[in-house]
Protein backbone atom coordinates (compact mmCIF):
# COMPACT_ATOMS: atom_id res chain seq x y z
CA UNK A 1 0.00 0.00 0.00
CA UNK A 2 1.42 3.37 -1.17
CA UNK A 3 -1.03 5.29 0.98
CA UNK A 4 -2.30 7.31 -2.09
CA UNK A 5 -5.95 6.68 -2.14
CA UNK A 6 -8.21 6.74 -5.91
CA UNK A 7 -11.62 7.03 -5.72
CA UNK A 8 -13.27 5.56 -7.85
CA UNK A 9 -11.43 2.81 -8.58
CA UNK A 10 -13.53 1.79 -11.52
CA UNK A 11 -15.74 4.00 -13.85
CA UNK A 12 -18.27 3.54 -16.89
CA UNK A 13 -19.60 6.55 -18.74
CA UNK A 14 -21.33 7.95 -21.55
CA UNK A 15 -19.41 9.98 -24.36
CA UNK A 16 -19.81 13.74 -23.90
CA UNK A 17 -20.33 12.98 -19.82
CA UNK A 18 -18.17 14.76 -16.93
CA UNK A 19 -16.32 12.61 -14.41
CA UNK A 20 -14.44 13.71 -11.66
CA UNK A 21 -11.50 11.38 -10.32
CA UNK A 22 -10.52 12.24 -6.50
CA UNK A 23 -7.23 11.32 -4.74
CA UNK A 24 -5.59 12.00 -1.58
CA UNK A 25 -2.02 11.86 -1.17
CA UNK A 26 0.55 10.23 0.97
CA UNK A 27 0.42 12.11 4.79
CA UNK A 28 2.96 14.63 4.22
CA UNK A 29 3.33 14.60 0.90
CA UNK A 30 2.41 18.27 -0.61
CA UNK A 31 2.76 17.53 -4.35
CA UNK A 32 0.43 15.74 -6.78
CA UNK A 33 0.60 14.20 -10.30
CA UNK A 34 -2.08 13.34 -12.27
CA UNK A 35 -0.90 10.56 -15.22
CA UNK A 36 -2.67 8.89 -17.75
CA UNK A 37 -2.12 5.78 -19.19
CA UNK A 38 -3.43 4.09 -22.80
CA UNK A 39 -2.29 1.03 -23.97
CA UNK A 40 -0.68 2.79 -27.16
CA UNK A 41 0.57 6.16 -25.33
CA UNK A 42 2.25 4.60 -21.83
CA UNK A 43 2.48 6.67 -18.87
CA UNK A 44 1.53 10.29 -20.27
CA UNK A 45 2.16 13.46 -17.55
CA UNK A 46 -1.03 15.40 -17.09
CA UNK A 47 -0.38 18.06 -14.62
CA UNK A 48 1.25 18.54 -10.67
CA UNK A 49 0.20 20.34 -7.78
CA UNK A 50 1.79 21.60 -5.12
CA UNK A 51 0.42 22.93 -1.37
CA UNK A 52 -2.63 24.18 -3.85
CA UNK A 53 -0.81 25.94 -6.79
CA UNK A 54 -0.38 24.21 -10.31
CA UNK A 55 3.34 23.96 -10.50
CA UNK A 56 4.12 21.98 -14.08
CA UNK A 57 1.57 20.97 -17.10
CA UNK A 58 1.94 17.93 -19.39
CA UNK A 59 0.12 16.71 -22.05
CA UNK A 60 -3.25 17.84 -20.43
CA UNK A 61 -6.13 18.52 -22.95
CA UNK A 62 -7.88 21.77 -22.27
CA UNK A 63 -11.11 19.30 -21.79
CA UNK A 64 -9.51 18.64 -18.43
CA UNK A 65 -8.46 20.35 -15.42
CA UNK A 66 -7.83 19.50 -12.00
CA UNK A 67 -7.12 21.80 -8.17
CA UNK A 68 -5.69 21.11 -5.21
CA UNK A 69 -7.91 21.45 -1.95
CA UNK A 70 -6.63 22.57 1.17
CA UNK A 71 -6.60 19.54 2.53
CA UNK A 72 -4.63 18.22 -0.52
CA UNK A 73 -6.45 15.85 -1.67
CA UNK A 74 -6.94 16.60 -5.21
CA UNK A 75 -9.47 15.96 -8.37
CA UNK A 76 -9.03 15.66 -12.21
CA UNK A 77 -11.90 16.71 -13.80
CA UNK A 78 -12.63 15.49 -17.57
CA UNK A 79 -15.42 17.25 -19.77
CA UNK A 80 -16.59 16.35 -22.93
CA UNK A 81 -15.59 12.48 -22.80
CA UNK A 82 -14.34 11.09 -25.86
CA UNK A 83 -13.98 7.16 -26.32
CA UNK A 84 -10.48 7.55 -26.48
CA UNK A 85 -10.37 9.19 -22.67
CA UNK A 86 -10.98 5.55 -21.99
CA UNK A 87 -7.59 4.95 -19.98
CA UNK A 88 -6.05 4.31 -16.39
CA UNK A 89 -5.66 7.16 -14.42
CA UNK A 90 -3.21 7.53 -12.09
CA UNK A 91 -2.33 10.35 -8.79
CA UNK A 92 1.00 9.69 -7.41
CA UNK A 93 2.59 12.41 -4.80
CA UNK A 94 5.79 13.29 -3.03
CA UNK A 95 6.90 15.44 -0.69
CA UNK A 96 8.70 18.27 -2.11
CA UNK A 97 8.30 20.24 -5.42
CA UNK A 98 10.75 18.99 -7.07
CA UNK A 99 10.17 15.50 -7.86
CA UNK A 100 12.81 13.33 -6.87
CA UNK A 101 10.49 9.76 -6.35
CA UNK A 102 6.70 9.29 -6.31
CA UNK A 103 4.46 6.83 -4.93
CA UNK A 104 1.61 5.92 -7.03
CA UNK A 105 -2.28 5.14 -6.09
CA UNK A 106 -4.12 2.24 -7.82
CA UNK A 107 -5.47 4.28 -10.55
CA UNK A 108 -8.92 4.54 -11.88
CA UNK A 109 -9.80 2.58 -15.01
CA UNK A 110 -12.25 5.31 -16.75
CA UNK A 111 -14.27 3.41 -19.84
CA UNK A 112 -15.98 5.79 -22.07
CA UNK A 113 -18.83 4.33 -24.03
CA UNK B 1 8.37 10.40 -29.54
CA UNK B 2 9.39 9.05 -26.00
CA UNK B 3 11.99 11.54 -23.50
CA UNK B 4 13.23 7.96 -22.47
CA UNK B 5 13.51 4.80 -25.11
CA UNK B 6 13.38 1.44 -23.03
CA UNK B 7 14.64 -1.69 -24.37
CA UNK B 8 13.90 -4.41 -24.91
CA UNK B 9 9.91 -4.02 -24.96
CA UNK B 10 8.94 -7.17 -24.65
CA UNK B 11 11.35 -9.87 -22.97
CA UNK B 12 9.90 -14.02 -22.02
CA UNK B 13 12.75 -15.88 -20.09
CA UNK B 14 12.80 -19.26 -18.05
CA UNK B 15 13.06 -18.26 -14.28
CA UNK B 16 16.95 -18.67 -13.48
CA UNK B 17 18.09 -16.72 -16.13
CA UNK B 18 19.89 -13.06 -16.30
CA UNK B 19 18.70 -10.66 -18.30
CA UNK B 20 19.00 -6.96 -18.35
CA UNK B 21 16.74 -3.89 -19.56
CA UNK B 22 17.92 -0.53 -20.67
CA UNK B 23 16.90 2.63 -20.47
CA UNK B 24 18.17 5.60 -22.80
CA UNK B 25 17.57 9.38 -24.02
CA UNK B 26 19.34 12.07 -25.56
CA UNK B 27 18.51 14.64 -21.93
CA UNK B 28 20.21 14.79 -18.89
CA UNK B 29 17.98 14.02 -15.84
CA UNK B 30 18.52 15.34 -12.22
CA UNK B 31 17.58 11.69 -10.99
CA UNK B 32 16.61 8.74 -12.59
CA UNK B 33 13.47 5.91 -10.66
CA UNK B 34 12.62 2.33 -11.75
CA UNK B 35 8.89 1.25 -11.24
CA UNK B 36 7.04 -1.88 -11.62
CA UNK B 37 3.53 -2.25 -12.15
CA UNK B 38 1.60 -5.11 -12.29
CA UNK B 39 -1.66 -5.09 -14.32
CA UNK B 40 -4.48 -2.96 -12.93
CA UNK B 41 -2.69 -1.65 -10.14
CA UNK B 42 -0.04 1.77 -9.90
CA UNK B 43 3.69 1.68 -10.00
CA UNK B 44 5.21 1.15 -7.36
CA UNK B 45 8.75 2.72 -6.75
CA UNK B 46 11.75 0.12 -6.71
CA UNK B 47 15.22 2.74 -6.42
CA UNK B 48 15.88 6.16 -6.89
CA UNK B 49 19.41 6.77 -8.75
CA UNK B 50 20.98 10.40 -8.46
CA UNK B 51 24.50 10.81 -9.28
CA UNK B 52 26.28 9.95 -12.28
CA UNK B 53 27.88 6.28 -12.45
CA UNK B 54 25.88 5.23 -9.30
CA UNK B 55 25.34 1.25 -9.14
CA UNK B 56 22.62 0.47 -6.69
CA UNK B 57 21.56 -3.22 -5.66
CA UNK B 58 18.08 -4.50 -4.14
CA UNK B 59 18.89 -8.19 -3.96
CA UNK B 60 18.77 -10.19 -7.31
CA UNK B 61 17.99 -6.33 -8.86
CA UNK B 62 21.34 -3.94 -10.06
CA UNK B 63 20.49 -0.67 -11.35
CA UNK B 64 23.09 1.61 -12.81
CA UNK B 65 22.81 5.22 -13.91
CA UNK B 66 24.88 6.39 -16.36
CA UNK B 67 28.15 8.43 -15.81
CA UNK B 68 26.31 11.24 -17.60
CA UNK B 69 23.22 11.01 -16.57
CA UNK B 70 21.13 10.30 -19.48
CA UNK B 71 20.89 6.42 -19.02
CA UNK B 72 20.63 3.06 -16.79
CA UNK B 73 20.33 -0.09 -16.77
CA UNK B 74 18.39 -2.78 -14.66
CA UNK B 75 20.10 -6.18 -14.34
CA UNK B 76 18.06 -9.02 -12.55
CA UNK B 77 19.74 -12.27 -11.72
CA UNK B 78 18.29 -15.55 -11.69
CA UNK B 79 15.14 -14.33 -12.32
CA UNK B 80 11.76 -15.84 -10.71
CA UNK B 81 8.37 -15.87 -11.93
CA UNK B 82 7.26 -13.03 -9.29
CA UNK B 83 9.10 -10.82 -10.91
CA UNK B 84 6.57 -10.45 -14.16
CA UNK B 85 5.55 -7.25 -14.86
CA UNK B 86 5.97 -4.21 -16.61
CA UNK B 87 9.61 -2.04 -15.84
CA UNK B 88 9.51 1.32 -16.42
CA UNK B 89 12.36 3.92 -15.97
CA UNK B 90 11.45 7.73 -15.09
CA UNK B 91 13.33 10.67 -15.12
CA UNK B 92 12.68 13.70 -13.28
CA UNK B 93 13.69 16.54 -15.51
CA UNK B 94 12.54 20.51 -14.31
CA UNK B 95 10.26 19.50 -12.26
CA UNK B 96 8.36 17.04 -14.81
CA UNK B 97 8.37 13.27 -14.52
CA UNK B 98 8.96 11.60 -17.92
CA UNK B 99 8.52 7.78 -18.09
CA UNK B 100 9.84 5.27 -20.64
CA UNK B 101 7.53 3.00 -22.51
CA UNK B 102 8.34 -0.33 -20.61
CA UNK B 103 9.58 -3.23 -20.53
CA UNK B 104 7.58 -6.02 -20.53
CA UNK B 105 9.18 -8.82 -18.79
CA UNK B 106 7.49 -12.34 -18.27
CA UNK B 107 9.30 -15.01 -16.74
CA UNK B 108 7.80 -18.73 -17.36
CA UNK B 109 8.72 -21.26 -14.76
Known amino acids: DSGVTQT ?5 TATGQR ?24 LQFLIQYYNGEERAKGNILE ?23 SA ?11 LREAFFGQGTRLTVV | ?18 LTVYCN ?15 GEGPVLLVTVVTGG ?13 DARKDSSLHITAAQTGDTGLYLCAGANFNKFYFGS ?6 KP
Do not use: M
Not at chain 1, 8 to 12: D, N
Not at chain 1, 63 to 85: C, I, K, T, V
Not at chain 2, 56 to 66: A, H
Open chain 1, 8 to 12: PKHLI
Open chain 1, 19 to 42: VTLRCSPRSGDLSVYWYQQSLDQG
Open chain 1, 63 to 85: RFSAQQFPDLHSELNLSSLELGD
Open chain 1, 88 to 98: LYFCASSVGHS
Open chain 2, 1 to 18: TQLLEQSPQFLSIQEGEN
Open chain 2, 25 to 39: SSSVFSSLQWYRQEP
Open chain 2, 54 to 66: EVKKLKRLTFQFG
Open chain 2, 102 to 107: GTKLNV
